[in-house]
């Protein structure tokens, strides 16, 4: 159980056009996703977090209009990187949880994102 | 704040070989501790986890005992193979999200 699912795996894009990330729990509610950025060889810096129905919570130095979260159901959410530019080159990784465990989250495979 | 500190890789170990990989923590309260794994071209994968003092979690072949005196959670396996290889993650959550070390990349040669 938990599954969480993202897509697409990999998405090659022109400078300067917008991008969609889906984010999908599978077979459980998850009231609370996550959005990671990693780096190569590095560790996962989080973007943001989104609670059903609300507007996302951004991290410091994430541009929140850059990157538009929307978690709209309790098994969807999406990042679009709105203009993409190479520098937002990356692999973008989603995680959910349940409600009241945020603690435990189940992460999704992620997604390259290589912006030409 | 919190954070997570990793002894950092590589590490290349033989098939069969010991392994330990340390990470130490620092946090108010008292967190829940994990290790995640990382295979390549993929996202993590909980490995396992401890929500207090002295549990201890195991997964795998995988242990990790949680030691609040030390504050430290290191992850050990007695006999590792290839499969194993990949990019292991200490974590910690308290009363924030999910806190990251950054990873140590194991690799196992037959």
């Known amino acids: 159980g938990a599954v969480v699912s993202q897509h697409p795996s990999r998405v090659i894009c022109k400078s300067g056009t917008s991008v969609k990330i889906e984010c999908r729990s599978l077979?459980?509610?998850?009231?609370?996703m996550f959005w990671y950025r990693q780096f190569p060889k590095q560790s996962l810096m989080l973007m943001a977090t989104s609670n059903e129905g609300s507007k996302a919570t951004y991290e410091q130095g994430v541009e929140k209009d850059k990157f538009l979260i929307n978690h709209a159901s309790l098994t969807l959410s999406t990042l679009t990187v709105t203009s993409a530019h190479p520098e937002d080159s990356s692999f973008y990784i989603c995680?959910?949880?349940?409600?009241?465990?945020?603690?435990?989250?189940?992460f999704g495979p992620g997604t390259r994102l290589t912006v030409l | 704040g919190n954070s997570v500190t990793q002894m950092e890789g590589p590490v290349t170990l033989s098939e069969e070989a010991f392994l330990t990989i340390n990470c130490t923590y620092t946090?108010?309260?008292?967190?829940?501790l994990f290790w995640y794994v990382q295979y390549p071209g993929e996202g993590l994968q909980l490995l396992l986890k401890a929500t207090k003092a002295d549990d201890k979690g195991s997964n795998k072949g995988f242990e990790a005992t949680y030691r609040k005196e030390t504050t430290s959670f290191h992850l050990e396996k007695g006999s590792v193979q290839v499969s194993d290889s990949a990019v292991y993650f200490c974590a910690l959550s308290g009363n924030t999200p999910l806190v990251f070390g950054k990873g140590t990349r194991l690799s196992v040669i037959a």
């Open positions: 946090a108010t309260g008292y967190p829940s």
């Open positions: 077979d459980f509610q998850a009231t609370t």
């Open positions: 995680s959910a949880s349940l409600l009241g465990h945020t603690d435990t989250q189940y």
